[in-house]
């Protein structure tokens, strides 16, 4: 304790009486609580931490439980990765933008695939009809991961890529491009999100059901941890999760319930806790109310700490930290008076810094739009970097530690997802909580109230239900050149001409015997895209065995 | 079909989108507003939509679109409905559609768009002022 109890008695009754005086005093009419709705204490004082500890609270940057940070230097030994997400249309297409940000000054390349890759079809299939490289870079075979790749070296960049039903077999893609590089899997270091329980509870992205979903997302782990040692084969996510409009709290809980859920499945493969934890590495959101994300940011990493080590018994102190991506909320933005986004970013991105973050994506002004034009990119980039080279904040680190009112959420953020992580334990796990629809109603009940608090303009959003104008200024967009189809499917033809069919479909069989016999599919998943197995010949045989998995549809 | 029936709105996501927040919350404030709605849930194709829509004796279809593909599936949605015969139902959406398609889409068919912002008010007095029982 920080405080005497004596003393803390004492500051209370001063606060008390110091309440007393205001209470007859006018306030404005709005609600003083934060975009999740969670009360906030109109002013924070060293009693109401109460019997807050600070060395088994908070702690030393570094060590346990991490509150302050991960690493002992933080943003003095190494700044953030500023990693901007990018992907369109073809390959090449997206190959340029990712040597346009190494060359502004980017540190990590960051991969948004398309729909019809996301979701296991090739860009011929007629699921794919209007969707090839509109939201993402479409890749089918080897032959697109090679030219996405071109020019730029596997050992010298740190690559996260967004995917995940699919992620064994864009992982395989990566590790057979790196092995035609001469580039050993040692050395490859980067991310693939492959989280499949959020995309039940949120992003909506999957093939087959949870469970042989979750046994893929496993065995990439356990092919990793033995194979490509400085991989993390998972990004346990949060971001979708809140932009499918959960609160902060529930982010967070359902989040960590996820990596409980993996954890406990890597354990039950007969994988020691210590030797995968850590490379588990986690990606929230960072959304508008700037306390509250902060807290949120410090709370995540004790709580993790805590769960691995007094429920998983892990000794290892990287298996009890909690790395994380962050990515400003692209819900926050409007599409009203977008300009205005740069600010919201801003707010957001240096919340995350102040939270801690070891990686950040700052959303550009025009995503709700359209995917982002090269300027606004631009913006968003030199945010972060206007934050890390002016700001200051970077100076000392975790600059808001022991500001009660931080302190006090931080608290407050922890012990409300306990109590979500304890009703999901009591559902039988996370596998079955989804089951039952659980983490699913909770979102879509918040996400209603907070339509329902904006609509009834309870919760003022600047240039939608408050200061809005008559005429907007339009901004000029990014538009997808629908002839990417057609040049995306002449090069799939000409493959499938090209390669050794019966060799193909040799390798599928065998990924289709290894799925049946419950092995571990990475190795059979890379044999087969190097012989230019694609994504829907793969996804294909994930659906014949494992059937496929239909939306209940709740709303 | 007897004379008090209400009006049935279809709320589908197209395509393989996956961003359902939208689509559920439209929902929701419809149902709550008094309409009959269903929702397909995700990753219908076009066809699957259209189907529904007849099979279900729908007024009018809603649908929401984020992934970029809303100048294919918009169209093909309005081309199949006629096709079978029911180019009556009226067809409403939203999602990140830039304002300079919107036109082409009116165009083809649809009859509003509405865009990122739109309070859920606004959508259900569009629907109260644009959407009549059809004739069954």
């Not at chain 1, 709370?299 to 102190?317: L, Y």
């Not at chain 1, 990287?318 to 919201?344: D, E, F, Y």
């Not at chain 1, 995917?371 to 890390?388: D, F, G, K």
Request: charged share 25%.
């Amino acid at each position: 304790m920080i405080y005497e109890r004596r003393e803390l008695d004492r500051l209370k009754e001063k606060r008390e009486t110091w309440e007393k005086e205001n209470k007859n005093l006018s306030r404005r009419e709005v609600r003083f609580t934060t975009v999740s709705g969670m009360e906030v204490p109109s002013l924070a004082t060293p009693d109401i931490l109460d019997s807050f500890d600070y060395l088994s609270d908070l702690g030393f940057p570094g060590f346990y439980p991490f509150t302050r940070g991960i690493y002992n230097t933080m943003y003095q030994g190494r700044l953030w990765t500023m990693r901007q997400f990018a992907g369109f249309g073809s390959p090449e297409d997206t190959n340029q933008r990712f040597k346009f940000l190494l060359e502004q000054g980017q540190t990590g390349l960051s991969t948004a695939f398309d729909m019809p890759t996301l979701m296991g079809y090739d860009c011929d299939h007629p699921r794919a009809m209007g969707e090839v490289g509109k939201e993402g870079v479409s890749v089918s075979s080897l032959a697109d991961m090679e030219a996405l790749f071109e020019g730029i070296r596997l050992d010298e960049v740190t690559t996260s890529m967004t995917i995940n039903c699919t992620a064994s077999i864009i992982l395989a893609m990566y590790l057979v491009v790196a092995e035609k590089q001469g580039v050993s899997w040692d050395k490859l270091d980067g991310t693939i999100q492959n989280d499949m329980l959020k995309e039940f509870i949120a992003q909506r992205e999957w093939i087959c059901p949870p469970r042989p979903s979750v046994k893929i997302v496993v065995d990439m782990i356990e092919f990793c941890t033995r194979q490509v040692p400085k991989w993390h084969p998972v990004s346990i996510s949060g971001y979708h999760i809140r932009e499918a409009g959960s609160t902060a709290v529930q982010e967070l809980a359902f989040t960590i319930a996820d990596g409980v859920g993996y954890v406990q499945e890597c354990i039950e493969r007969g994988l020691r806790v210590d030797d995968f934890a850590p490379q588990l590495s986690f990606f929230f959101n960072v959304h508008n109310d700037f306390l509250e994300e902060v807290a949120k940011f410090r709370s995540a990493r004790r709580m993790w700490a805590r769960i691995m080590r007094e429920r998983f018994g892990a000794k290892d102190p990287k298996s009890c930290m909690l790395r994380t991506h962050a990515q400003t909320a692209g819900c926050s933005l409007t599409a009203q008076q977008p300009l205005n986004n740069i600010v919201r970013v801003a707010i957001q991105a240096l919340a995350a810094v102040l939270g801690g973050a070891q990686s950040l994506h700052t959303n550009s002004m025009d995503e709700t739009l359209a995917l982002p034009s090269e300027e606004a990119v631009t913006v968003a980039l030199r945010t972060q970097q206007i934050i890390a080279e002016e700001s200051g904040v970077v100076n000392s680190i975790d600059p808001l530690g022991g500001s009660y009112v931080i302190e006090a959420l931080t608290n407050q953020i922890e012990k409300e997802a306990f109590d979500y992580i304890k009703r999901i334990d009591d559902l039988g796990g996370i596998v079955k909580a989804i089951d039952v629809g659980f983490p699913q109603k909770e979102i879509a009940d918040a996400a209603y109230r907070y339509q329902r608090e904006q609509d009834l303009g309870e919760k003022v959003i600047v240039g939608v239900n408050k200061y809005t104008y008559k005429e907007e200024r339009p901004l000029s967009l990014l538009r997808i050149d629908d002839v990417v189809d057609g040049s995306q499917k002449e090069r799939l033809i000409k493959i499938k001409s090209k390669r050794d069919n019966e060799s193909v479909k040799k390798h599928l069989r065998t990924v289709a015997d290894a799925a049946r016999e419950g092995k571990n599919l990475m190795p059979f998943i890379i044999d087969a895209v190097r012989e230019y197995a694609t994504v829907g010949e793969i996804s294909d045989v994930f659906r014949e065995v494992y059937g496929v998995y239909r939306d209940p549809g709740y709303f | 079909m007897g004379e008090n029936r209400r009006v049935r709105i279809l709320i589908g996501k197209a395509g393989l989108d996956g961003h359902d927040r939208g689509a559920k919350i439209v929902a929701r404030a419809l149902r709550d507003a008094g309409f009959e709605v269903i929702y397909t849930g995700l990753h219908h194709t076009p066809e699957m939509i259209v189907e529904t829509a007849i099979q279900e004796d729908v007024d009018a279809v809603g649908l929401s679109i984020l992934s970029g593909a809303h100048n294919y599936l918009f169209p093909e949605v309005a081309r199949l409905l006629k096709e079978k015969g029911a180019g009556d139902i009226v067809i409403f959406g939203g999602g990140i559609i830039p304002k300079e398609d919107v036109r082409g889409l009116i165009e083809k068919g649809v009859k509003a768009i509405f865009e990122p912002g739109t309070a859920t008010g606004e959508i259900i007095d569009w629907v109260k002022e644009n959407v009549i029982l059809r004739n069954l």
